[in-house]
């Protein structure tokens, strides 16, 4: 699968060692005036490929979002056409009221993407939140790209957790 990745968070940048090591390839871009995302990205210890937000749609299947939630307005603006895709919301709401979520402003901004949000801090709707780094929350507006998303992290690591409508099902165990 090609991953293209918006930004690279420390969310994001423990998915991408993941995804590479199963042998996902995986484009990087960054807005303009940010950190150079190659050197980040160097750090996983293989060649990477990185492009402009604008070639990020065109070369990839799904997105995902790593930048800051100040720059994921500009980030969706420079993406190029993104219409279809799976967008993978990694953007930190922390500190954000839950009109503001970042899962929010996707599906606004993009409505004919399927978001799927991965959190590791979701307080807003459970009833037990959680403060377990090992723990994701996932919750998508598309049961099908919710399910290929929880399979590409599966033996990452992680324990997820699928919040729909107020249940929470635990679908990965394994935690190394």
């Known amino acids: 699968m090609d991953i293209g990745v918006m930004g690279i968070n420390t969310f994001a940048m423990t998915f991408c060692k993941h995804w590479i090591s199963a042998g996902h390839k995986i484009v990087f871009a960054?807005?303009?005036g940010q950190f150079d995302i190659f050197k980040k990205v160097s750090a996983l210890g293989l060649s990477v490929s990185v492009t402009t937000p604008d070639q990020l749609a065109s070369l990839t299947e799904i997105i995902v979002l790593g930048v800051e939630h100040r720059n994921l307005e500009k980030s969706i603006g420079l993406m190029g056409h993104v219409s279809k895709k799976i967008v993978v919301d990694l953007v930190a709401d922390t500190g954000t009221p839950a009109h503001?979520?970042?899962f929010v402003e996707i599906?606004?901004?993009l409505p004919d993407v399927k978001v799927v949000k991965l959190t590791s801090v979701y307080r807003h709707h459970?009833?037990?939140p959680s403060d377990n780094k090992q723990v994701i929350y996932s919750y998508s507006n598309d049961q099908l790209a919710q399910r290929m998303v929880?399979?590409?992290i599966l033996g990452s690591g992680y324990r997820m957790v699928d919040v729909d409508n107020g249940i929470h099902e635990v679908v990965d165990k394994k935690t190394n």
């Open 30 to 32: 960054d807005l303009p």
């Open 100 to 102: 503001q979520s970042s």
């Open 107 to 109: 599906q606004k901004r």
């Open 126 to 128: 459970l009833h037990q």
């Open 150 to 152: 929880r399979w590409s």
